[in-house]
């Protein structure tokens, strides 16, 4: 049974995942019915991406038409709850890209919302899917390189707003829309990696900057302790290296330290991973392997895939066919938002410590981008 999927904000996301839904209309995994966006030039560039039956400026396109199984949600942050509690008030699938919500509380409301709802739900943590963090997952998981001690995380990313970037749309660096700058837009998926790999936070120090005067932030760094004692620093940049984006994420163990760098492009330039321990070579496993290998897991046969968008939209639509709840969840982005949360908690305080919050939903349920499973940190 292939899926009907309804495609809600088509801006730059919205037309990466355009891209992926796509391959998997090619793949007969999907249907593509509507596109929605108040804006017709961008309808018509994710129109090019991937060929939807209908396009339409009114969100209720989506929702009502019967041949749509599941929505994806790819707006602005401040559009996500109203357009959320449509499609899960209509009793469909819904994935959500991040951030969920401009602020906390309303996260958590509209998480408790689709809980209750029961539908399958799925949020847009792309980097769960991408080999080398699920590699590091099984190193963490496995324990043979010994505890993980702490970990060094730094993104930095081009400003993603048209001041910056000719053309680009600019709702990023406004607050009413954005909710938060480089902390919020960018590093909530980092910070969900740092979830999934170490369990919960628990306490966060930060501080942040706004350079640019965007009234966001456009630096932070923040100190971060989660429950089984990891101990690791974030620093996370918007700039103006126009054309630049990574993640580098340094986890040391007791018995080694591992170095892995990779985004949200497949076989991006930057990607790499280094394993260092005592008495042996640093260890560069082949990333082409690598990523073969987790594909073959997958089962995905394509050898043109772009983006990790793809897999995460797959193992969606797949949730949706089977019936079964979606990985990485709503619980999931309950708690990467509470550490962000946090971290904007602390620096309004001048970086005195900030409590994270306590969920009773497992942070880890191991099943996302084929990562093994283990015992919540």
């Given amino acids: 049974m292939t899926v009907g999927v309804g495609l809600v904000g088509c801006g730059s996301i919205g037309q990466i995942h355009a891209v992926g839904l796509a391959q998997l209309v090619e793949d007969g995994e999907i249907q593509a019915v509507v596109a929605v966006d108040p804006s017709p030039e961008a309808r018509a560039a994710a129109n090019r991406n991937c060929h939807f039956g209908e396009l339409s400026s009114e969100l209720d396109a989506a929702i009502s038409h019967p041949d749509v199984q599941a929505v994806v949600v790819a707006g602005p942050t401040v559009t996500h709850p109203e357009a959320v509690r449509a499609v899960i008030g209509s009793g469909k699938a819904v994935l959500c890209e991040k951030p969920l919500a401009t602020g906390f509380g309303e996260v958590e409301r509209l998480v408790a919302d689709v809980e209750a709802s029961g539908v399958v739900a799925q949020v847009g943590f792309h980097s769960r899917f991408n080999p080398l963090f699920v590699r590091l997952r099984q190193l963490v998981d496995s324990g043979e390189l010994g505890a993980p001690l702490g970990y060094v995380l730094r993104e930095d990313q ?4 048209g001041s910056v970037v000719a053309g680009h749309s600019s709702w990023r660096s406004d607050p009413q829309q954005a909710g938060g700058g480089a902390l919020l837009e960018h ?27 965007f009234g966001v932030e456009d630096i932070a760094t923040a100190q971060v302790e989660h429950a089984d004692g990891t101990i690791g620093t974030i620093t996370t940049v918007f700039n103006g290296v126009v054309g630049r984006e990574e993640r580098r994420l340094e986890v040391f163990f007791e018995r080694a330290t591992v170095e892995t760098t990779g985004d949200f492009i497949i076989g991006a330039p930057e990607d790499s991973m280094a394993i260092h321990q005592p008495g042996s070579p640093v260890e560069r496993p082949d990333l082409d392997k690598l990523r073969r290998s987790h594909f073959a897991v997958a089962g995905v046969v394509r050898t043109d895939v772009l983006f990790y968008q793809y897999l995460a939209d797959r193992s969606f639509v797949r949730a949706v066919r089977a019936g079964r709840p979606a990985s990485p969840g709503f619980a999931d982005a309950w708690h990467a938002h509470a550490l962000v949360d946090a971290a904007y908690r602390s620096a309004s305080a001048e970086g005195m410590p900030a409590v994270v919050p306590k969920k009773s939903s497992p942070a880890r349920d191991g099943t996302a981008g084929g990562a093994s499973a283990g015992t919540p940190r």
């Avoid at 590093?187 to 005067?213: N, Y």
Wanted: proline residues 6%.
């Fill in 187 to 213: 590093t909530i998926h980092g910070c969900d990696l740092l979830v999934h790999l170490f369990g919960p936070a628990t306490s966060v120090s930060a501080r942040t900057r706004s350079v640019f005067g």
């Fill in 158 to 161: 081009f400003w993603p707003t």
